[in-house]
């Protein structure tokens, strides 16, 4: 079979690089895709929905899998179901889990699913007299989608004072900071899981962390993410509740509002004194856990988007490697905020056994490839034991050379 990957990022790479390991698949398209991605897919540029519609029928794509949020709040799933063309992502209406912050809350709230107290607002005065009266930290949430940047964690009223202004009125996140999800601070640790759905059952993956803060000892800004590890085998006992008491339901609650989820499932959790409580749902692989979880995945990906399509999921037994997956991301000098690009990128041409370098924000320029993003590359590894996987990882990234390359030194550390 032909496959066609919508994305461009170190997320899509990795599922190309999973995608062209299959005995099952001939070709691995993606586009936009990035020049990074090029020793396991072709790359293409496909501007519109027509013409990705042209594209599948011409080059005989079986399964469309629909890398980043954007593109499947747009509706790009629909558009394809209603060509008759298979695709692995949720509907327009199923990807509000993640596109609409206050429809995820809502969802919860109704169905008894864990997770924080909330409120939501469209108004700045309204918000800020909500605000004033909570007790500290407190979790601001831009309700549309903000590229994993829109959560603001403040200690006290000024500083709460202070994002609404930035959210709201000065409009940091654009439309998508129109009206605000207002949460209490959870206390826990975190960890996130991936559930492949088909709009009625699932099978869930390994556990997975994220680093999401630009600095060492998770301080700093948000980020879309700076490394993750797996598994996290503290998470496993609490797998059950995880499954039963949120996955199962949510799915359940997706079908009770019309609008069945199938397709990749992303399960943001904080573990409390009470249990998993959901952070956030995303409607697609998360980035970077993917370029962990899908290195450790022995079962073939085109079987689980059979199964998906085939609404067999509930068939599947998810095989997995005995080792850890460590991935740390090196980032432009000034991510999340402004930066330079065009910096020439220098990597070893062998990465060796286990180790594996996805691009995300890069370009080409004389056949070499530069910088072209905030997160330019992730350098992820595997091994026996967490300590050789952090370790090699880090061998890896410190082979990688350019201006203003940063990097965190403590993933899978804390």
């Known amino acids: 079979m032909n496959v066609l990957i919508i994305g461009s990022g170190g997320r899509e790479h990795a599922m190309a690089h999973k995608f062209s390991k299959s005995k099952k698949v001939n070709k691995v398209y993606v586009a936009p895709g990035n020049p990074g991605m090029k020793d396991t897919a072709e790359t293409i540029s496909l501007s519109s929905n027509a013409e ?49 912050k206050e429809f995820a809350k809502n ?50 009223f000024t500083e709460a004072h202070d994002s609404l202004i930035e959210i709201m009125e000065n409009k940091k996140f654009g439309e998508s900071g129109n009206s605000v999800v ?32 630009l600095l060492n000892g998770n301080k700093g800004p948000n980020t879309g993410g700076m490394g993750a590890y797996a598994p996290v085998l503290e998470a496993e006992k609490f797998r059950r509740d995880t499954e039963e008491k949120i996955i199962a339901p949510v799915l359940q609650a997706m079908k009770d509002e019309n609008c069945p989820y199938s397709g990749v499932l992303y399960a943001g959790l904080m573990i409390t004194d009470e249990g998993p409580k959901v952070v956030e ?13 899908l290195p450790l995945l022995k ?11 085939d609404k067999k999921i509930n068939e599947m037994k998810l095989e997995w490697e005995d080792k850890f997956a460590v991935t740390v991301v090196a980032a432009s000098q000034g991510y999340p905020g402004s930066y330079e690009k065009g910096f020439q990128i220098n990597c070893p041409r062998e990465t060796g056994e286990d180790s594996m370098i996805y691009f995300a924000g890069v370009k080409e320029n004389e056949n070499n490839l530069e910088t072209n ?33 940063y990097f965190r030194t403590d993933i899978a550390q804390l």
């Open 281 to 293: 749902f995303n409607c697609r692989f998360g980035d970077p856990e993917t370029e962990v979880v």
């Open 373 to 405: 993003g905030g997160r330019v590359l992730t350098a992820t590894a595997l091994a026996k034991n967490k300590t050789e996987a952090i370790e090699k990882a880090y061998e890896l990234i410190r082979q990688i050379k350019f201006n203003g390359i």
């Open 107 to 156: 969802l919860m709230k109704k169905h008894n699913i864990p997770t924080a107290e909330f409120e939501s607002f469209c108004n700045i005065d309204e918000a800020m007299e909500y605000c004033r009266k909570q007790n500290y930290p407190l979790v601001l949430k831009a309700d549309g989608l903000a590229a994993g940047k829109g959560v603001i964690i403040c200690q006290n």
């Open 52 to 100: 990705i519609i042209e594209f599948v029928k011409k080059n005989n794509i079986e399964y469309v899998f629909i890398g980043p949020e954007q593109p499947l709040a747009d509706g790009l799933a629909d558009v394809l179901n209603a060509e008759h063309i298979k695709v692995v992502g949720p509907s327009k209406a199923a990807s509000r889990i993640e596109s609409s």
């Open 182 to 213: 207002i949460e209490e601070f959870m206390n826990g640790w975190e960890a996130s899981v991936f559930a492949f759905c088909d709009g009625d059952n699932f099978v869930a993956t390994v556990f997975s962390q994220d680093h999401k803060p």
């Open 299 to 309: 079962t073939d990906l085109a079987d689980i988007c059979e199964a998906i399509s």
